[in-house]
């Protein structure tokens, strides 16, 4: 039996070694990048069900109709729905708290969730353009009507302190210099990360997990 090597296999399909080397890093890319690309179009998934929710929640608030109503809520569990999928939290948990959270804090919930993606601003709360932490926190409730302070700390000095397993989706959850908004379920979180990232879906870090605090900002 004939054995050929490499060489003489490029040769014979007029390749260079350098050319096949350069596919294969590229390709080695392309794989190593699918996991990002994924949740990149999850989160504009997210964001585009977001953006409809908070049009049908709008219309439902004005009207008060069941049609306008249902139309609504379709929107918030598709989103929440997403936004379990890109953590890997159960669905229906997430889709339930959601829910069962009043319709200020599903408010802001979502109004948060349309900015998934734009980037982290130091004093900044400006739609579509950057957020800081409590910018972030700030523009989705005042959304809901509620105006905060855009100081994290006084943001949850101001707040009702809950109890982790009372905490509802859109509480505040606050550790030194940071806030973030809760989503209901786990370590769940939406919040402006910090200078180079953007708005994110995420969970609070392991290691400031029994330092955070929870917080109500209308009760």
Same mark, same amino acid.
């Given at each position: *039996?004939?054995l050929f090597? $490499?060489?003489?296999?490029?040769?014979?399909?007029?390749?260079?070694?350098?050319?096949?080397? #350069?596919?294969? #890093?590229?390709?080695?890319? @392309?794989?190593?990048?699918? $996991? %990002?690309?994924? &949740?990149?179009?999850?989160?504009?998934?997210?964001?585009?069900?977001?953006?409809? @929710? &908070?049009?049908?929640?709008?219309v +439902?608030? %004005?009207? %008060?109709?069941?049609?306008?109503?249902?139309?609504?809520?379709?929107?918030?569990?598709a !989103?929440?729905?997403?936004?379990?999928?890109?953590?890997?939290?159960?669905?229906?948990?997430?889709?339930?708290?959601?829910?069962?959270?009043?319709?200020?804090?599903?408010?802001?919930?979502? @109004?948060? *969730? /349309?900015?998934?993606?734009?980037?982290?601003?130091?004093?900044?709360?400006?739609?579509?353009?950057?957020?800081?932490?409590?910018?972030? !926190?700030?523009? #989705?409730?005042?959304a809901?009507?509620? %105006?905060?302070?855009?100081?994290?700390?006084?943001?949850?000095? #101001?707040?009702?302190?809950?109890?982790?397993?009372? @905490?509802?989706?859109g509480?505040?959850?606050? +550790? $030194?210099?940071?806030?973030?908004?809760?989503?209901?379920?786990?370590?769940? &979180?939406?919040?402006?990360?910090? =200078?180079?990232? !953007?708005?994110?879906?995420? /969970?609070?870090?392991? !290691?400031?997990?029994?330092?955070? =605090?929870?917080?109500? $900002?209308?009760?």
């Amino acid at each position: *039996m004939t054995l050929f090597s $490499p060489h003489t296999v490029l040769r014979a399909l007029g390749t260079s070694t350098a050319a096949v080397i #350069a596919v294969v #890093a590229f390709a080695g890319t @392309a794989l190593a990048q699918q $996991p %990002e690309l994924a &949740v990149n179009a999850l989160a504009a998934e997210i964001t585009t069900e977001a953006d409809l @929710a &908070v049009a049908a929640y709008d219309v +439902y608030i %004005e009207s %008060e109709g069941l049609v306008d109503y249902v139309m609504y809520a379709k929107h918030r569990i598709a !989103t929440a729905r997403l936004a379990a999928r890109q953590l890997g939290y159960n669905e229906f948990l997430m889709i339930d708290a959601w829910s069962d959270a009043s319709l200020g804090h599903q408010r802001a919930v979502l @109004a948060a *969730m /349309t900015q998934i993606g734009v980037p982290y601003r130091s004093h900044a709360s400006v739609e579509d353009e950057g957020f800081d932490c409590s910018g972030l !926190t700030s523009y #989705a409730w005042q959304a809901s009507g509620v %105006e905060l302070n855009r100081i994290s700390g006084d943001q949850i000095r #101001a707040a009702t302190r809950v109890d982790r397993d009372e @905490a509802s989706a859109g509480d505040l959850v606050h +550790y $030194p210099g940071h806030v973030m908004m809760y989503l209901g379920v786990g370590d769940a &979180v939406v919040h402006s990360v910090n =200078t180079g990232r !953007t708005v994110e879906i995420d /969970t609070i870090s392991k !290691t400031r997990v029994s330092r955070v =605090t929870f917080g109500n $900002p209308i009760d």
